[in-house]
């Protein structure tokens, strides 16, 4: 089992940057891929970004390239996601995921095992 706990999440104007933490415990953290989904209101869960066990390779979904970026310090058990140049369409409950497998398929949540309770960020204009 693999227990994520999120982190980081708030209240910012648009343009402002957040920095969101995923705490993992449980299993050996270091062989599994992560991943962040969002969930906006009234709107189904989306994926946000991956990154490898390694952290050799990441993927985003393309309204997130170039402004956030996801990263991961497995001797904390911690995956991060950098959200920079925030807008008001960023606002949703970020969820952390994790699976241990191979590296494809990143944007279907039935691929991932374990997730996290989430954490509010809201952009306001």
């Known amino acids: 089992q693999v227990q994520l706990v999120e982190s980081g999440g708030g209240l910012v104007q648009a343009g402002d940057s957040l920095r969101l933490s995923c705490a993992a415990s449980?299993?050996?953290?270091?062989?599994?891929?992560a991943g962040w989904f969002r969930q906006a209101p009234g709107k189904e869960r989306e994926f946000v970004a991956a990154?490898?066990?390694?952290?050799?390779?990441?993927y985003y979904t393309n309204s997130v390239k170039g402004r956030f970026a996801i990263s991961r310090d497995n001797t904390k058990n911690t995956v991060y996601l950098q959200m920079n140049s925030l807008k008001p369409e960023d606002t949703a409950v970020y969820y952390c995921?994790?699976?241990?497998?191979?590296?494809?398929?990143?944007?279907?949540?039935?691929?991932?095992?374990?997730w996290g309770q989430g954490t509010q960020v809201t952009v306001s204009t």
């Open positions: 995921a994790a699976y241990s497998g191979y590296w494809g398929d990143l944007g279907k949540e039935s691929k991932y095992d374990y």
């Open positions: 449980g299993r050996t953290f270091s062989s599994f891929n």
């Open positions: 990154i490898k066990w390694s952290g050799s390779s990441t």
